[in-house]
Nanobody, 126 residues
Framework: QVQLVESGGGLVQAGGSLRLSCAASRLRFGSYSMGWFRQPPGKEQVFVGGVSRTGGNTLYADSVKGRFTISRDTTKNTMYLQMNNLKPEDTALYYC???????????????????WGQGTQVTVSS
């Protein structure tokens, strides 16, 4: 099965930028869609954004649209989440996940994802 490892989290000031990475092993991109989720302290986990199986489509939550961008490096089997103009409300534990079931679409539901990374912490100071 695919294994995912997130990295790139840290502490940044509001208005700053950060890039998260999600490295996949065993299965290469093209076999599954990918998504990013986050869980703020004391709150429920929510969908951030995702990329379709072929990489032809992306989907973002309204709260991050225009600020966050998802990209993939198929050679390295790595997905990136570029986060710009960060806000304190972006503070959360960020997870990447793989969905083996979706064909060409992108799911917002965590229950549709089959493999998860361990998470990486992002903290944005005001």
């Amino acid at each position: 099965q695919v294994q995912l490892v997130e990295s790139g989290g840290g502490l940044v000031q509001a208005g700053g930028s950060l890039r998260l990475s999600c490295a996949a092993s065993r299965l290469r991109f093209g076999s599954y869609s990918m998504g990013w989720f986050r869980q703020p302290p004391g709150k429920e986990q929510v969908f951030v954004g995702g990329v379709s199986r072929t990489g032809g489509n992306t989907l973002y939550a309204d709260s991050v649209k225009g600020r966050f961008t998802i990209s993939r490096d198929t050679t390295k089997n790595t997905m990136y989440l570029q986060m710009n103009n960060l806000k304190p409300e972006d503070t959360a534990l960020y997870y990447c996940a793989a969905n083996f079931h979706v064909g060409s679409g992108i799911s917002r539901s965590s229950s549709d994802y089959d493999s998860w990374g361990q998470g990486t912490q992002v903290t944005v100071s005001s």
